[in-house]
């Protein structure tokens, strides 16, 4: 799934929407002591009381939140007939009858904390329902409603919460007039900061694939890769930020440690134009595999290179010299000021496309950062004056 197809669904988790409809909810309460299962109940969802619902609806739209690969995670599943998990999210997703769900849902569940306990008690939701996409989009003069024709994907999500314990708080009583100490033995379910859950089937543009499965984790760049390999049996996944620092090693094995911001900026540059071309016409994230990275170096005036030194510079740094980089992963957010440059005087941020009018200078004896500028600039109400206009 890219960000427009989890954007797509996202979106329709709210109140009286049409385009998603929720069968049931089952929950199932864990104690952090033993990690059994203390209760567990299911309901058809439209028998939560309205504010419930707008509450899970919340909590699961955060599960859903994030920058794929960053914190959302599309995860092949194991091939081979052993694969039960896959095996019991699809019955599950199928079954008519809800008993029949709830009893692959609990396996799941065992399957989450048999090797692993949590410092917290642990709630853990499961809702299947099914989310309905036009075929096409809706034209003002046309008298078909968008809503007349519609892909039907039945799915499952999944959320994982903790639990906190009440603060005790002093509270006045309006009806004795006295002030008293609150004690709650009450646990408070925290949808607002889900640790982990997942979207089965994964999304892409109008079909469902039930060979994959959009894992969440809890922190970016923080997946759970016991609960990927031993939970959902998953194939291996790599973070945004693991594939940038393969990029990174990679082009350090070709052009060496030192590069001058102008090759940065223009490297980027090259990246993000290849994002804007494609992305307009494949549903996934263009990908980059050694011929696109020496095109790439060659045309920001990295000099020496050629598609065997790319291709060898792959095999040593991740041991493949056929892997693709997602170009997603690799270009800063071109939106905003996303490259940090640190150091002991002050910290500077500036986006891709400003970094060739920052340059590393020997002034004096001494290394400074020369930050080319359009107007004059303005400290605490002071105009600077140029260095020139001193000599």
């Known amino acids: 799934m890219n960000k427009k197809d989890i ?22 309460y864990i104690r952090q002591e033993s990690s059994d299962i203390y209760h567990e109940e299911s309901h058809p969802f439209e028998m939560l009381e309205r504010e419930q619902q707008e509450l899970f609806l919340t909590n699961f739209k955060k599960v859903l939140t994030g920058k794929p690969d960053v914190k959302l995670f599309q995860v092949r599943f194991q091939a081979g007939e052993g694969n039960t998990s896959r095996t019991m999210l699809h019955e599950g997703m199928r079954a008519q009858d809800v008993g029949e769900w709830k009893e692959n849902m609990l396996h799941i569940v065992e399957k989450m904390f048999s090797e692993k306990q949590y410092d917290k008690d642990v709630v853990v939701t499961f809702i299947r329902g099914e989310y309905f996409r036009p075929t096409k989009r809706n034209s003002e003069e046309s008298e078909i409603s968008d809503r007349d024709e519609v892909y ?18 002093l509270v006045f009583d309006f009806i004795e007039r006295e002030f008293k100490s609150s004690i709650s033995v009450d646990s408070i379910i925290n949808l607002k900061a889900p640790i982990s859950g997942f979207l089965y089937p994964a999304f892409t543009d109008f079909g469902a694939d039930v060979n994959h499965v959009l894992y969440a984790a809890g922190k970016a760049n923080e997946p759970d890769f016991d609960f990927i390999e031993r939970v959902l049996q998953g194939e291996d996944i790599i973070t945004a930020e693991e594939d940038k620092a393969v990029f990174e090693e990679v082009v350090k094995e070709v052009a060496g440690d030192t590069v001058d911001t102008n090759t940065l900026a223009t490297v ?13 016409e494949h549903t996934q994230s263009p990908t ?11 045309a920001s005036g990295v000099q020496d290179v050629d598609a065997e030194k790319v291709e060898e510079a792959f095999k040593t740094v991740i041991d493949d010299g056929s892997y693709e980089l997602k170009a997603s992963n690799i270009v800063p957010n071109y939106n905003s000021k996303s490259i940090k440059i640190k150091t002991k005087v002050a910290n500077i941020s500036v986006s891709p496309q400003d970094l060739r009018y920052i340059k590393q200078v020997n002034y004096g004896g001494k290394n400074c950062l020369l930050i080319e500028v359009e107007e004059d600039t303005m400290i605490e109400g002071f105009k600077i004056i140029s260095e020139q206009a001193l000599n």
Do not use: G, W
């Open 7 to 28: 954007a797509a669904i996202r979106k329709q988790f709210k109140l009286d929407n049409d385009l998603l409809k929720i069968h049931d909810i089952y929950n199932v």
């Open 152 to 169: 039907t994907n039945p799915f499952i999500l999944c959320s994982m919460n903790k639990t906190e314990q009440p603060k005790r708080s």
């Open 268 to 280: 980027y540059e090259e990246i993000h134009h290849m994002l804007d071309e494609e992305e307009e």
């Open 288 to 298: 980059l595999d050694y011929r696109d990275v020496e095109r790439v170096l060659k």
